[in-house]
């Protein structure tokens, strides 16, 4: 197998576009990829403040890094969950990048904030920890973000994420969280930041290969909790189809974003409404985050 820039021995091989390359020029791919990508949305620019939310795996470690290589001034954030080793593994690894680069980097523990970690809520709650989860990081992204007057908000979700979400989201016919499922979401309320998602056109696989490249530490593990979640099923299935026919899972995550986005986007959007308790955005009185912090606390 030879670069398709170089000739020279290929490292890595991206099948769905028929390509390979040797590790320099797999940078180069990956890095134009995140660039193309944030240019063509116009996610944000050199001079916009960007809050990067870093969990210490591959994707947010490698985006961090891409930013950084590329001028960007991106700033991290990193939650502490509190669920057992693998939280200090992804703190670890965090603090690593951040160190070895000077770069700044915010934290937030959610037990120290708010109480319990996601580990012990959703044993008060008796509900799975990975949607109490999910809804912590959301809110938290949002307000720090906002509390220190980012520009915008980027997370490391990547191909995989985003298709196999949409499967879930398709299976389920979740019609608003479809209307919403976008690389890109836009403020449409003063407490609510931008949202940006520049991985979304790269693997799982890819950012792996890129971190093993530039010698980044990542957190291998999954996640405890994600055993058996769905998402991990629907990336199962997603991942038999790109096997049998690469370019599979773009095509539906890409044919969705320019075929069936622009009709949702057109239905009317939601009235948001801030929050009696904490002046987020919600749709009710009090938003999602306080009435399950209000129960876990009951
Ligand atoms: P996940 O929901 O675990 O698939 O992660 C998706 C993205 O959310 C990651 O790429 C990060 O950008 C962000 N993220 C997940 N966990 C954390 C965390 N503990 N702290 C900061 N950001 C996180
Ligand atoms: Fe949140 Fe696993 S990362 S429950
Ligand atoms: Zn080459
Ligand atoms: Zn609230």
Not at 21 to 43: A, D, P
Not at 44 to 63: C, E, M, R
Not at 224 to 253: C, V, W
Request: proline share 3%.
């Amino acid at each position: 197998m030879r670069c398709i820039k170089c000739r020279g021995r290929a490292n890595v091989e991206v099948k769905r576009h028929h390509s390979a390359f040797c590790s320099v020029h797999y940078v180069e791919f990956f890095r134009h990829q995140v660039s193309r990508n944030i240019k063509r949305l116009r996610m944000f620019g050199h001079t916009n403040q960007i809050l990067i939310a870093v969990s210490g795996g591959k994707d947010s470690l490698a985006l961090w890094d891409v930013l950084l290589e590329n001028g960007y001034q991106a700033v991290g954030l990193h939650i502490h969950l509190g669920i057992g080793d693998y939280s200090r593994r992804s703190a670890e690894k965090t603090h690593e990048f951040a160190d070895k680069r000077g770069a700044q980097l915010l934290e937030t523990d959610v037990e120290q904030e708010f109480g319990l970690t996601i580990s012990d809520l959703s044993k008060t709650l008796r509900r799975v920890p990975c949607s109490g989860c999910g809804l912590n990081k959301r809110y938290i992204f949002n307000r720090v973000a906002l509390t220190h007057n980012f520009d915008v908000l980027a997370t490391g979700h990547n191909l995989d994420d985003e298709a196999a979400t949409l499967l879930g989201n398709v299976i389920h016919w979740e019609q608003e969280a479809l209307r919403r499922q976008s690389p890109l979401l836009e403020s449409t309320h003063p407490t609510l930041v931008k949202k940006v998602k520049p991985l979304y056109t790269l693997t799982e696989r890819e950012s792996a290969s890129y971190c093993l490249i530039r010698g980044i530490n990542y957190v291998e593990e999954e996640c405890p909790n994600a055993l058996g979640a769905h998402s991990l099923i629907y990336k199962d299935a997603l991942n038999r189809i790109e096997t049998m026919s690469p370019g599979s899972k773009q095509q539906f995550f890409q044919g969705f974003l320019e075929r069936m986005q622009p009709t949702l986007q057109r239905s009317d959007p939601i009235v948001l409404k801030e929050c009696e308790q904490c002046g987020q955005t919600t749709t009710g009185e009090v938003c999602s985050f306080c009435r399950m912090w209000n129960k876990a606390r009951d």
